[in-house]
Each structure stands twice: as C-alpha cells, then as structure tokens.
C-alpha cells in the first residue's frame, strides 16, 4: 500500500465527509487523481461513498489499528514479555513475518498484527479472506526448550486463550471446534494456525497465528466458501451502547493479556489445565461427526479431547483416540446420539 492511500484512510477512518480538495491536499495528489486512489480502497474491502457538494466519506468510520492503544490494554506482566509490536498496513502474512525474523533467532515475544493480509492462510493452504480493515490477523513468535512433545494441545490452549478473551469483553456464545476452529452457531468466527522451526526434539519456536472476523464487509462475504459469522453478528452484542466494543486494538489487548499468558505457562503444565475449559466449549460433544485423514473418514460421535489434546470418537462401540484429521458434522437425530453414547 502506497503512503499516498495510506493518508487518505487516515483522514477517512474518522467516518466524517472531507471535500476532494482536502483529500488531495493530505495525500499530496490533484483533486482529480483522488478518485483514482480511493477505488484502491473499494479493492480492499473498504466501502467509500461519494456524495456531491459534500465529498467522500466511509460510512461508520474505520478503526485502525494503533500500537500505543494496544500497548495502553496490555497488562504489566504480558507488556514486559514482548520484544515488539509490528502492525503493518499489509503483508503476505503475518505468520510468514514474524517465522522469517524467528530464522534470526529475535522471534521470541515478537508480535505482528495487520490491517490486511494478501496472502493470509488458513489450515492445508487454504486461503483465508482479509480485507482491510475490518478483522483481526494476529500472530505471536514463542520460543520452547522441550521439543515438539510437549507442545501437544497446544493449538486447543490456544483456542481456550481466544475464548477466554472474548468472552471477558462480553462476546458470548463462541464454541470451539477441534482442533482449531471458532464457531457461532456453527459458522466459522476465527481459525488458528501453528507453525514450527527449529529441533523437534529440543529447542524449537512456534508462530501462532490467529485470524478473527470482527466486521466483515458484505461485499468481501461472496469470497467466503463456507458459513462464516463476525462479532458483529452475534446476538449479544448488538444491544452493547459502548463505542469501543468492536474496537479491534483492545480486542488484540484481551487476545494478547491471555495468549502470552498461556504460552509463558504451557510448556510446564502441558494443555491438561485446559482441557476441561476446552471441553466446556467443544461444540461438537456428543455429536455424531466425520474426521477426514490424509487416507480415509472415520464417523463416530464426539466423546471429547485427552489430556493431550487428541479426539476421542466412540466409532463402533469402540474408543478411539485421533491426532490429527479435518472434522466435519453429519446431521443425525437427537435420538441417535445418545443412542450412540
């Protein structure tokens, strides 16, 4: 993103009108090229209406994202485990960021976040949609000492942590789907992604990413290939009168307070203190589900996760304890569920 549309956003996130010739002013082009810069903006996601005799404005304002207003939520303890605070008008991906400065062995703490990813990803490459903006694109470098075995359930403590955040700033009714899913309603809110470097027998780092619909514009939406939701959307928050509840600065302040905290505490109790919470939020417990693997689908009902976090399925009468596998719901009666269990 250019510097020019960068101060047009900055001028425009205000959701107030402002004449071409201010526009043009602030970005340093003529009140003709201004036009040609906002369409950018419709590009990325973000609506800009024009009105005659009045001037261009973003209809409800845009709130960016501010390290110092991030930084201002953090508690003392999270703030002082941190070696820095990125935030980045765009970037391929902000997992991709933070492993690259990982390799150099300054990833430990080290947080990026983004107003807009080009080439966000979510789990076995998929794409994961980010407009500018509106969501959040989060990630966190943490270095471990004990190898990739104790870092079982991590991506499960981790959906724990989110929820734990969300939940505090009055964002009910977020489930988690194993291994690294959020849901409303069963449509998909946000998705976390590890990736790992280093010895897989002693040290190594791991990125967590963590991507969350906030508000997403309607116009993005016919890019999404699966039921999704923003906490926007949910129920309880739209009767919320405060201005900042979709504020997403202090969203990734409560996101971080409990993240670091999880992953400075992880390595030495493992996802065992977790799990209970995990499974207070599993929605998908005692449901009949179908759990694809690289070779085959297994079908069987949700008996819940182990202290390490693996899916345990009732399959034929028989537990059985997955690692790994993409889980998807087939709908079956009530009557049959519990017939299962």
């Known amino acids: 993103m250019n510097s020019k549309l960068y101060s047009l956003l900055h001028r425009l996130s205000d959701g107030e009108f402002h004449s071409g010739e201010v526009l043009g002013e602030v970005a340093g082009v003529s009140r003709a090229a201004v036009w040609k810069q906002l369409q950018q903006l419709q590009e990325l996601g973000v609506g800009v209406v024009s009105q005659r005799g009045k001037g261009y404005v973003i ?17 003392p303890d999270v703030s002082s485990r941190l070696v820095g605070l990125d935030i980045l008008p765009e970037v391929d991906s902000t997992n991709k960021f933070v492993l690259e400065r990982t390799s150099m062995a300054t990833g430990h703490g080290l947080v990026c976040v983004a107003e807009r990813q080009k080439a966000g990803r979510g789990r076995r490459g998929r794409t994961w949609v980010s407009p500018f903006g509106a969501n959040i694109y989060l990630s966190v470098g943490w270095s471990f000492s004990q190898g990739v075995a104790a870092l079982e359930g991590l991506s499960l403590a981790v959906g724990v942590a989110v929820s734990r955040a969300l939940e505090g700033l009055g964002f009910l009714g977020v489930q ?22 280093g010895d897989a027998s002693g040290d190594c780092s791991v990125v967590t990413g963590v991507g969350l619909n906030v508000k997403m514009p309607s116009v993005m939406a016919a890019h999404i290939d699966q039921p999704w939701a923003d906490l926007a ?6 009767a919320q009168s405060e201005p900042e509840y979709l504020d997403r600065n202090i969203i990734i302040a409560a996101i971080l307070n409990e993240l670091i905290s999880m992953l400075s505490a992880f390595e030495g109790s493992g996802f065992e203190p977790y799990r209970l919470e995990w499974e207070r939020l599993n929605a998908h417990g005692g449901r009949r589900v179908s759990l694809h693997t690289p070779s085959k689908s297994i079908e069987g009902v949700v008996m819940g996760v182990t202290h390490a976090g693996g899916l345990r399925l009732m399959v034929d009468g028989e537990e059985k304890v997955f690692l790994g596998g993409e889980l998807s719901l087939r709908a079956v009666s009530a009557c049959d569920q519990v017939g299962e269990l």
Request: net charge neutral; charged share 25%.
């Open 176 to 197: 988690l789907k194993w291994p690294n899913d959020l849901l409303v309603e069963e449509k998909k809110l946000g998705g976390i992604l590890l990736e790992l470097t």
């Open 59 to 75: 209809p409800g304002g845009l709130s960016l994202l501010e390290a110092r207003k991030i930084s201002a939520h953090l508690q």
């Open 233 to 238: 959307s949910l129920e309880n928050v739209r």
